[in-house]
């Protein structure tokens, strides 16, 4: 019993690592043609730095993060929450543009629509 549940726990940490820097393995959640709310605040307020699916941008010479693989998916939740409410210079917060509601949202579209997460 109680190997199983380590084999168990293992198997999931693998999964959780291979997560981490690969594409997810689901196909690409295309933004552009999802009529959900998240994705209509990405398209507002998001993709003009991050670019239209997310996959990041250069501007002035900066590189502006892909929210879908790299860094961003190895962020947690709580870093993920925090850094869209109270942002990282360049990025600005977004504690006063949306509300509680809206940015528990975004995160969990980053995680689940954009990295293929399950939570
Ligand atoms: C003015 C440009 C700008 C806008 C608008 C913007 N971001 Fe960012 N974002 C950035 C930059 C630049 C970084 C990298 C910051 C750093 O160096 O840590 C970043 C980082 C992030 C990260 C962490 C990614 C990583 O690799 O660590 C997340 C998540 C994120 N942004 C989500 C969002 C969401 C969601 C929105 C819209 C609600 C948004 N951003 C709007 C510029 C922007």
Request: with cysteine; glycine share 6%.
């Amino acid at each position: 019993m109680k190997l199983l549940k380590i084999t168990v726990t293992l198997s999931f940490i693998a999964a959780a690592a291979a997560c981490g820097s690969a594409p997810p393995p689901r196909p690409a959640f295309v933004i552009a043609d999802s009529k959900s709310y998240e994705a209509s605040i990405f398209r507002q307020n998001c993709a003009i730095c991050h670019g239209q699916e997310a996959n990041g941008k250069e501007i002035d010479g900066k590189i502006i993060p892909s929210l879908r693989y790299g860094d961003a998916a190895k962020k947690s939740e709580q870093e993920i929450y925090l850094q869209i409410k109270e942002g990282k210079l360049p990025m600005p917060a977004f504690k006063n543009q949306l509300t509680e509601d809206e940015i528990r949202k975004m995160v969990r579209f980053v995680r689940r629509d954009l990295q293929g997460k399950d939570d």
